[in-house]
């Protein structure tokens, strides 16, 4: 039969929680230092230069295109951004719910009842 100290249980289950919360955590520092400026517009994107493209009042139907393409690069960009944020956050819950699952196995391990000594 196999034997399992609780001192080993215990630092299995803890080790691993340690170890996927710091995961978690590095998915936040992470995404900052990979995409700084994710949430900022770019200048090429700024609601000014769409009203400055509208009140252009030379040739209507190349404004007309302006504007949907302007439309289009800007909600890809938005899209782009969100689906990078999904992957990180995504890595962030799982960690972090492994992490749980791990320290709650850790918790169980602590409540149980002492070993009792081989007998003669």
Do not use: C
Not at 39 to 52: I, L
């Amino acid at each position: 039969m196999v034997s399992v100290s609780l001192r080993s249980l215990l630092l299995y289950n803890f080790g691993f929680a340690v170890a996927f919360a710091l995961i978690g955590l590095l998915s936040v520092y992470s995404q900052d230092y990979v995409n700084p400026n994710r949430a900022s517009e770019p200048p090429a994107f700024k609601n000014s230069v769409r009203q400055e493209i509208e009140k252009e009042q030379a040739l209507e139907a190349v404004r007309g295109r302006a504007l949907f393409y302007f439309d289009i690069a800007r909600d890809l960009r938005k899209a782009r951004a969100d689906d990078g944020a999904g992957i990180y956050q995504d890595a962030r819950t799982l960690s972090f719910a492994v992490a749980g699952l791990f320290l709650l196995g850790g918790i169980l391990a602590l409540l149980l009842p002492p070993a009792r000594a081989a007998g003669p």
